[in-house]
Nanobody, 127 residues
Framework: QVQLVESGGGLVQAGGSLRLSCAAS????????MGWFRQAPGKERDFVAA????????YYSDSVKGRFTISSDNAKNTVYLQMTSLNAEDTAVYYC????????????????????WGQGTQVTVSS
């Protein structure tokens, strides 16, 4: 079991940057694959990025590729989402999630494969 807490959200001007953090307690991150998702008001929750701690595999949605970077710090038991070149369409509640099924490459973007979720952190980009 793992508990996840996101932080780092806030208000940022278009073109700016933010770094989100997801701190874990309980079982160490190395046992899990990690994902970031986001949900804008009135819209579905969408995949953003994912990271396999054991294998180092990284995946991004097309909408954030080249602008966002997912990374981890095993010593701090924390996963990060560095966001740059933010625009108004990035405004959403951002969630981190953890799952531990095999064949991560086949399910990294599937929400129902992630068993553990954080409470979310709000990111608002002014335009």
């Amino acid at each position: 079991q793992v508990q996840l807490v996101e932080s780092g959200g806030g208000l940022v001007q278009a073109g700016g940057s933010l770094r989100l953090s997801c701190a874990a307690s309980g079982r160490a991150f190395r046992w899990y694959n990690m994902g970031w998702f986001r949900q804008a008001p009135g819209k579905e929750r969408d995949f953003v990025a994912a990271l396999s701690w054991s294998g180092g595999n990284i995946y991004y949605s097309d909408s954030v590729k080249g602008r966002f970077t997912i990374s981890s710090d095993n010593a701090k038991n924390t996963v990060y989402l560095q966001m740059t070149s933010l625009n108004a369409e990035d405004t959403a509640v951002y969630y981190c999630a953890a799952g531990n099924y095999q064949y991560f490459s086949a399910w990294y973007s599937e929400q129902n494969k992630y068993a553990y979720w954080g409470q979310g952190t709000q990111v608002t980009v002014s335009s």
